[in-house]
């Protein structure tokens, strides 16, 4: 159980002065998170779960209140799995005055969308044939030959594509119709492909836990951190394209 500061209730006044910020928060709950990060916390603000105060200086002071909701939050996700929308909706309604029951720790259903909201809904598993890419993609054959020799697409070890292959199909012949051609995304793939690595090498430890839950839990920060690198991918974009606009 967490700790918090001790303080009186029932006026503002005490209520402020105990107000944490952000690195203090953190220190509290890597007593029962160890692997929990300033850029989680962010994160889970962003998404909803929680709503610190800000100074006029911009600033995050978090309330005991906050603190423990944001542990209820690492709770659900570390035992039962949940995606962050469900998770938002039980204490929504727990603040309510309402009972809701959570599903029971290691549902397969919660490990398929252990994301943000958003997070598609499809078997983490689902493989899609060459017609069926086509198809889904609405591209040629000579325009997917020419994607897989500059490895934009590639076929798995075993044949067919992951399902994420036909949403990049459709990216790059979106981008071909502003004059893009593979040979200019090709700095976009090697990008990626450093990002994900530098995702495996935050997950790997947890990977290797001899906890189940904790390895299980790996597959939940994997999308968390993918989802966080696109933003950041994309706000560094329009950071540079706004300099360079000026």
């Not at 839950?213 to 994997?222: I, L, S």
């Amino acid at each position: 159980m967490l700790h918090t500061p001790t303080g009186g209730a029932g006026n503002g006044t005490a209520t402020g002065d105990r107000l944490m910020s952000i690195g203090t928060v953190l220190n509290q709950l890597r007593e029962e998170f160890p692997e929990v990060t300033i850029s989680k916390i962010r994160f889970l603000e962003s998404e909803g779960l929680v709503e610190p105060r800000r100074t006029p200086s911009g600033y995050r002071k978090f309330s005991p209140e906050d603190v423990e909701r944001l542990a209820q939050v690492l709770r659900m996700q570390r035992d039962h799995y949940l995606p962050l929308k469900v998770i938002r909706e039980h204490l929504d309604a727990l603040s309510r005055g309402e009972q809701p029951t959570l599903p029971a720790p290691g549902g397969a259903g919660d490990l398929a969308d252990g994301g943000g909201e958003g997070a598609p809904e499809r078997p983490t598993a689902s493989r899609v044939g060459r017609t069926e890419l086509l198809v889904a993609a609405e591209v040629t054959e000579a325009e997917l030959t020419e994607w897989e020799s500059y490895g934009l697409i590639s076929a798995g070890p075993e044949g067919g594509y992951d399902a994420e292959s036909v949403n990049v199909a459709r990216l790059v012949a979106d981008l071909g119709r502003f004059g893009l051609e593979p040979r200019h995304l090709r700095a976009m793939k090697a990008a990626a492909d450093r990002e994900a690595g530098l995702v495996e090498q935050v997950v790997a430890p947890l990977r290797l836990h001899r906890n189940p839950q904790t390895r299980a839990h790996a597959e939940a920060t994997v999308k968390e951190l993918a989802a966080l690198s696109v933003r950041l991918h994309a706000a560094l974009v329009q950071t540079a394209l706004g300099v360079r606009l000026q």
